[in-house]
């Protein structure tokens, strides 16, 4: 369905320049397949998400699984996988 960049949320910022950050993401219409597809997340270099950066996805039926991001395109689409 559609990605809503205000219920993609940084809840621990990484320390420095190495580590991952932790994240939430929210989804009330899409299930996590939907979520850790290829540019479904359209403005990650602008919220701040970096490649190894953990994204703890609710999804629509209030799954929640453990991802892990593998992938940003220079126009800040995300490619994620389902770590659980």
């Excluded at 998400?49 to 395109?73: E, G, W, Y």
Aim: with cysteine.
């Amino acid at each position: 369905m559609a990605y809503v960049s205000a219920d993609l949320n940084c809840i621990s910022p990484r320390l420095g320049t190495s580590g991952a950050a932790l994240w939430t993401y929210r989804s009330a219409a899409d299930a996590v397949a939907t979520i850790v597809g290829a540019g479904h997340i359209s403005d990650g270099i602008k919220k701040g998400l970096k490649v190894n950066d953990v994204v703890i996805v609710i999804d629509d039926v209030t799954t929640v699984d453990l991802c892990v991001v593998t992938a940003i395109s220079a126009a800040g689409a995300v490619t994620m996988v389902n770590g659980t």
